[in-house]
């Protein structure tokens, strides 16, 4: 996580997070912690705000007769947990995402279940019509507490430069 202290007066600061388009490098690693044990609130919650009827998620009795034998955490869960754990390392200071792609599910994640990730940067380029912002792909890979890896996938951000992010510009 990207912590900075910004200054106001005579012993008075503001953290600020995140990272501008000029702090990242092709091929920096960064760590996102801390983790998240996913419970069973979490899973039931989750799927019933998303409306996904699969009893995979929510019917212990139906996941029992199932290859896992228990539910499993609901897949988007998963991938909405390591973007909100990457926010303070990479999208910050982001103006926009501008898309996911190779969203990959490669272990199930169960309930007492923890997660970790991080992200690699893997492109970063000036954007043609946004002076003020540049654009940067990662890779964010999802491990639970074993060292599984449990999910994968790449995203864009248009990241703000500095002196052009929204908290640059107000008292925030």
């Known amino acids: 996580m990207v912590q900075a202290m910004k200054k106001l007066g005579e012993k008075h600061y503001r953290e600020s997070f995140g990272r501008h388009y000029e702090e990242f490098a ?3 690693v960064y760590e996102h912690r801390p983790g998240r044990t996913i419970s069973e609130t ?4 989750f799927t019933l705000l998303t409306m996904n009827t699969h009893p995979m998620h929510f019917d212990a009795e139906y996941a029992k007769a199932s290859e896992f034998g228990r539910c499993i955490v609901c897949s988007p869960l998963t991938v909405a947990l390591m973007v909100g754990m990457s926010v303070t390392d990479v999208s910050q ?6 898309g996911w ?9 169960f309930a007492g279940d923890t997660l970790y990730a991080m992200s690699e940067v893997l492109d970063k380029r000036e954007s043609n019509s946004r002076p003020g912002a540049g654009i940067v792909s990662v890779r964010t ?3 639970n507490q ?3 890896v449990v999910c994968t996938f790449s995203r864009t951000m248009l990241i703000a ?7 640059d510009k107000v008292n925030y």
Do not use: Q, Y
């Open 146 to 148: 074993d060292g599984k």
């Open 93 to 98: 200071k982001a103006i926009a995402n501008l």
């Open 42 to 45: 979490d899973n039931t919650w």
């Open 161 to 167: 430069k500095r002196g052009h992010s929204v908290e």
């Open 26 to 28: 092709v091929g920096d």
């Open 101 to 109: 792609t190779d969203i990959k599910l490669t272990f199930p994640l």
């Open 141 to 143: 890979t999802g491990n």
